[in-house]
Protein backbone atom coordinates (compact mmCIF):
# COMPACT_ATOMS: atom_id res chain seq x y z
CA UNK A 1 0.00 0.00 0.00
CA UNK A 2 2.95 2.61 0.80
CA UNK A 3 4.68 1.36 -2.22
CA UNK A 4 1.86 2.28 -4.28
CA UNK A 5 1.36 5.57 -2.44
CA UNK A 6 4.91 6.31 -3.38
CA UNK A 7 4.59 5.35 -7.03
CA UNK A 8 2.06 7.41 -7.52
CA UNK A 9 3.49 10.51 -5.22
CA UNK A 10 6.91 9.93 -8.03
CA UNK A 11 5.18 9.47 -11.26
CA UNK A 12 2.98 12.52 -10.89
CA UNK A 13 5.75 14.40 -9.94
CA UNK A 14 7.86 13.74 -12.89
CA UNK A 15 4.27 13.96 -15.02
CA UNK A 16 3.69 17.12 -13.99
CA UNK A 17 7.27 18.66 -13.83
CA UNK A 18 7.76 17.76 -17.32
CA UNK A 19 4.25 18.87 -18.83
CA UNK A 20 4.88 22.62 -17.00
CA UNK A 21 8.70 22.49 -17.68
CA UNK A 22 7.77 21.82 -21.34
CA UNK A 23 5.18 25.05 -21.72
CA UNK A 24 7.57 27.37 -19.75
CA UNK A 25 10.31 26.37 -22.52
CA UNK A 26 8.14 26.91 -24.88
CA UNK A 27 6.12 29.98 -23.98
CA UNK A 28 8.02 31.87 -21.52
CA UNK A 29 11.88 30.69 -22.28
CA UNK A 30 13.99 29.17 -20.24
CA UNK A 31 12.60 28.14 -16.98
CA UNK A 32 14.08 27.73 -13.61
CA UNK A 33 14.26 25.08 -11.41
CA UNK A 34 12.51 26.55 -8.24
CA UNK A 35 9.53 27.15 -10.48
CA UNK A 36 9.14 23.50 -11.71
CA UNK A 37 9.74 21.82 -8.24
CA UNK A 38 7.08 24.45 -6.64
CA UNK A 39 4.36 24.07 -9.20
CA UNK A 40 4.88 20.57 -9.40
CA UNK A 41 4.36 20.72 -5.59
CA UNK A 42 1.51 22.01 -5.81
CA UNK A 43 -0.86 20.49 -8.37
CA UNK A 44 0.97 17.13 -6.93
CA UNK A 45 -0.89 18.61 -3.32
CA UNK A 46 -3.72 19.43 -5.49
CA UNK A 47 -3.95 15.72 -6.32
CA UNK A 48 -3.59 14.35 -3.09
CA UNK A 49 -6.52 16.11 -2.00
CA UNK A 50 -8.96 15.49 -4.71
CA UNK A 51 -7.83 11.87 -4.32
CA UNK A 52 -8.80 12.14 -0.28
CA UNK A 53 -12.01 14.35 -1.37
CA UNK A 54 -12.63 11.53 -3.69
CA UNK A 55 -12.55 9.24 -0.94
CA UNK A 56 -14.35 10.72 1.59
CA UNK A 57 -17.29 11.05 -0.64
CA UNK A 58 -17.35 7.75 -1.57
CA UNK A 59 -17.52 6.33 1.67
CA UNK A 60 -19.65 8.97 3.39
Do not use: C, D
Not at 22 to 38: D, M, N, R, W
Amino acid sequence: MILRELFIFIAAFAAFASAIAAYLAVFHGAPSFKEITSTAGAAVIGLYVGRYLQHRLNHG
